[in-house]
């Protein structure tokens, strides 16, 4: 359902949670199938998968399967840990791995800076 605040743009807000914030239909209705329905319409050519919403299926073939929408190739980004070499999937994973690690406070830091200056390893 459409809200309209003082300014003249429109808002849209979530009648099931009343959740707001939404700038159109599309991605309302992207919200209303991914997290109050079990409607998931994009299903993955390659496995079982389904999805709520096409960018969640574009994410899945790229992290599962290394195609891209299109079907084409994608390579995956590998991150490197600079202490110990093991190789992860994630920036995200990287970070944990280096944390949970019993590493001295500047070899973490040195770590995170040099990994937050690059995007990713080929």
Do not use: W
């Not at 079982?48 to 084409?72: D, F, I, Q």
């Not at 590998?78 to 949970?100: D, N, Q, W």
Request: aromatic share 10%; net charge positive.
């Amino acid at each position: 359902m459409p809200v309209f605040p003082l300014s003249e743009s429109v808002i849209f807000q979530c009648d099931v949670c009343h959740q707001g914030g939404f700038v159109n239909a599309t991605t309302l209705r992207n919200h209303v199938r991914a997290m109050h329905s079990d409607e998931r319409p994009f299903v993955c050519e390659y496995c079982p998968a389904s999805y709520a919403s096409c960018m969640s299926l574009t994410a899945h073939r790229s992290r599962k399967h290394n195609v891209n929408k299109a079907g084409e190739f994608v390579p995956r980004k590998l991150f490197p840990c600079a202490t110990c070499g093991k190789v992860l999937t994630a920036r995200s994973k990287l970070l944990k791995h280096i944390k949970v690690r019993e590493c001295t406070r500047s070899t973490i830091f040195s770590s995170i800076r040099f990994y937050m200056s690059i995007s990713f390893v080929k």
